[in-house]
């Protein structure tokens, strides 16, 4: 069965930064994989996604220039480094296999 694990979530100020992880257990993390995320009272939107084997990545253009993502191949993990971050991208960010997996879900608040 497998599982994405998020994790680095938490609250920090407007300009700050965090780095996410997603774990996969059951599922080696070669294949493409993207981070949503979901505020309040809105619709899941789509966030950044990393291709594979290209190892091509798209961003929204919200977060286009402040977040990278990137995959670990020693931990076997998929990262997100948000820097410069603003209170608009406070939400649950959800790792995900699009189209077939999706994780928990961890809440980054970001406040003023």
């Known amino acids: 069965q497998v599982q994405l694990i998020e994790s680095g979530g938490g609250t920090v100020q407007v300009g700050g930064s965090l780095k996410l992880s997603c774990t996969a257990s059951?599922?080696?993390?070669?294949?493409?994989m993207a981070w949503f995320r979901q505020a309040p009272g809105q619709e899941r939107e789509f966030v950044a996604r990393?291709?594979?084997?290209?190892?091509?990545?798209t961003y929204a253009d919200s977060v286009k220039g402040r977040f990278t993502i990137s995959r670990d191949n020693v931990e076997d993990t998929l990262d997100l480094k948000m820097n410069n971050l603003k209170p608009e991208d406070t939400a649950i960010y959800y790792c995900s296999v699009p189209g077939y997996y999706w994780g928990q879900g961890t809440q980054v608040t970001v406040s003023s």
């Open positions: 059951g599922l080696l993390i070669r294949t493409t």
């Open positions: 990393l291709g594979y084997p290209n190892g091509v990545a």
